[in-house]
């Protein structure tokens, strides 16, 4: 029988048990995962400084119990493994008397629940991590630990968590000299600045990081300081600085993810100046690779809107089938994404009120996360729908051509050609 939704919300890791309260079969795998999930969470509670001791047998009882039904979830997937690995790591520490053993399985578990965007039992397991660790946690642990609930909030638009988290791995950082992590906390928190509307101050930070990046030597924080640099170039309206900015972010991550994250947002900033086919090349490149699930599910988006922007009626109808296959999934801010481009591309084919409708649902869905930005974009396209539609009974509208008017474009132009070919 199916949990109620007023029980799983008394409960601790409440979250993994809406999956067995949804809709899906209780004794489907989704369904299963969620209990096997709680179960190993709630094994790894036991270990939580300040508590009642457990006795050996009572910690025996409930361990052999969790990993009976965890184990049989192993080889049914991804996630099956991270929820045995976590309930036989819980045993370790134990049995060792060593909160640590556990900590490997809590990150890499948290790690591909942000893939996955499952964003809130992300934070449900680095928040165990940091409850369950406590002073006990290695520094090391404890920075990447608070590094990753910010990142996963800010992916939230948890703005206040997001910098409070990141301030504080950022003294941590400090006071143990992790250079490399004290600059991710600065970008990190320059980005918070960036979703919160405010392009210039982001801006300033992220040029002040890049430069001690570049002194340091640090790769992969210079990579993210030129992303931020280009996103605030896009946001500002000036692709043709977000272009070069995009590339060399690409060319200088070393993590598969993060490159592909840079490749996603060349790809879509290349569209902007009219470029469609470097756009698609960007694009179906990412979903080539594959990688995570928000890297990819940013990438289908772009591709339908890729596929409208050229009248292109198949390709749109394709693509947006297998964006709907992913809607359950969708965070707020992609999934209001999705709704307003497959409404701009209904527009594009005439549809005009069916385009009407889903902006409508792409405003609902920003209002009700508190996406401001997007709300304004939004507000601001589907309000031009019917000057649009007016203007296209008298003239069809053709696709822009590219606006490549400078060397760093036509190089990045060339680089992708390669790179696709």
């Given at each position: 029988?199916?949990?109620?939704?007023?029980?799983?919300?008394?409960?601790?890791?409440?979250?993994?048990?809406?999956?067995?309260?949804?809709?899906?079969?209780?004794?489907?795998?989704?369904?299963?995962?969620?209990?096997?999930?709680?179960?190993?969470?709630?094994?790894?509670?036991?270990?939580?400084?300040?508590?009642?001791?457990?006795?050996?047998?009572?910690?025996?009882?409930?361990?052999?119990?969790?990993?009976?039904?965890?184990?049989?979830?192993?080889?049914?997937?991804?996630?099956?493994?991270?929820?045995?690995?976590?309930?036989?790591?819980?045993?370790?520490?134990?049995?060792?008397?060593?909160?640590?053993?556990?900590?490997?399985?809590?990150?890499?578990?948290?790690?591909?629940?942000?893939?996955?965007?499952?964003?809130?039992?992300?934070?449900?397991?680095?928040?165990?991590?940091?409850?369950?660790?406590?002073?006990?946690?290695?520094?090391?642990?404890?920075?990447?630990?608070?590094?990753?609930?910010?990142?996963?909030?800010?992916?939230?638009?948890?703005?206040?968590?997001?910098?409070?988290?990141?301030?504080?791995?950022?003294?941590?950082?400090?006071?143990?000299?992790?250079?490399?992590?004290?600059?991710?906390?600065?970008?990190?928190?320059?980005?918070?600045?960036?979703?919160?509307?405010?392009?210039?101050?982001?801006?300033?930070?992220?040029?002040?990081?890049?430069?001690?990046?570049?002194?340091?030597?640090?790769?992969?924080?210079?990579?993210?300081?030129?992303?931020?640099?280009?996103?605030?170039?896009?946001?500002?309206?000036?692709?043709?600085?977000?272009?070069?900015?995009?590339?060399?972010?690409?060319?200088?991550?070393?993590?598969?993810?993060?490159?592909?994250?840079?490749?996603?947002?060349?790809?879509?900033?290349?569209?902007?100046?009219?470029?469609?086919?470097?756009?698609?090349?960007?694009?179906?490149?990412?979903?080539?690779?594959?990688?995570?699930?928000?890297?990819?599910?940013?990438?289908?988006?772009?591709?339908?809107?890729?596929?409208?922007?050229?009248?292109?009626?198949?390709?749109?109808?394709?693509?947006?089938?297998?964006?709907?296959?992913?809607?359950?999934?969708?965070?707020?801010?992609?999934?209001?994404?999705?709704?307003?481009?497959?409404?701009?591309?209904?527009?594009?084919?005439?549809?005009?009120?069916?385009?009407?409708?889903?902006?409508?649902?792409?405003?609902r869905v920003a209002s009700a996360a508190g996406l401001?930005?997007?709300?304004?974009?939004?507000?601001?396209?589907?309000?031009?729908?019917?000057?649009?539609?007016?203007?296209?009974?008298?003239?069809?509208?053709?696709?822009?051509?590219?606006?490549?008017d400078t060397e760093e474009l036509r190089e990045v132009?060339?680089?992708?050609?390669?790179?696709?070919?």
């Amino acid at each position: 029988m199916p949990v109620s939704q007023t029980r799983v919300e008394s409960l601790p890791h409440a979250i993994f048990l809406q999956r067995v309260s949804g809709n899906a079969s209780p004794t489907s795998l989704e369904a299963r995962l969620g209990q096997g999930a709680f179960l190993a969470l709630r094994l790894v509670d036991l270990l939580a400084p300040g508590r009642e001791p457990v006795s050996p047998d009572a910690f025996h009882y409930q361990c052999v119990a969790t990993d009976r039904f965890c184990r049989e979830l192993r080889g049914t997937s991804p996630e099956g493994a991270h929820v045995h690995g976590t309930t036989a790591s819980a045993a370790d520490a134990y049995r060792l008397g060593d909160v640590r053993q556990v900590v490997p399985a809590l990150l890499a578990y948290a790690h591909f629940l942000e893939d996955e965007l499952r964003l809130e039992e992300a934070l449900d397991v680095l928040a165990t991590l940091l409850e369950v660790g406590g002073d006990r946690l290695a520094a090391s642990d404890a920075v990447a630990a608070r590094l990753r609930i910010a990142r996963v909030s800010r992916k939230l638009n948890r703005f206040d968590e997001a910098e409070a988290a990141y301030a504080e791995a950022g003294e941590l950082a400090a006071a143990r000299g992790d250079r490399y992590s004290e600059l991710l906390s600065r970008i990190g928190r320059a980005n918070t600045v960036l979703g919160r509307g405010n392009l210039a101050e982001a801006e300033r930070s992220l040029r002040a990081i890049l430069a001690d990046a570049r002194a340091a030597d640090l790769h992969d924080a210079e990579a993210r300081a030129e992303h931020g640099i280009g996103a605030t170039a896009f946001y500002r309206g000036q692709p043709d600085e977000a272009v070069p900015r995009f590339w060399r972010a690409f060319e200088l991550y070393e993590e598969e993810d993060s490159r592909l994250r840079a490749l996603n947002d060349l790809g879509v900033t290349l569209l902007m100046l009219g470029d469609a086919t470097g756009a698609e090349q960007a694009l179906t490149e990412v979903v080539h690779r594959g990688g995570n699930q928000d890297n990819l599910t940013n990438a289908l988006i772009e591709l339908m809107h890729c596929a409208s922007y050229r009248r292109d009626r198949v390709g749109f109808a394709r693509w947006r089938e297998r964006c709907e296959a992913r809607v359950a999934d969708m965070p707020p801010n992609i999934l209001a994404d999705f709704y307003l481009k497959q409404g701009i591309g209904q527009a594009r084919f005439g549809q005009y009120r069916r385009a009407e409708a889903l902006m409508e649902e792409a405003l609902r869905v920003a209002s009700a996360a508190g996406l401001h930005e997007s709300e304004f974009r939004i507000e601001r396209i589907k309000n031009g729908l019917r000057e649009c539609e007016q203007a296209l009974r008298v003239e069809p509208a053709a696709p822009a051509e590219p606006v490549f008017d400078t060397e760093e474009l036509r190089e990045v132009s060339a680089s992708l050609a390669r790179l696709a070919g």
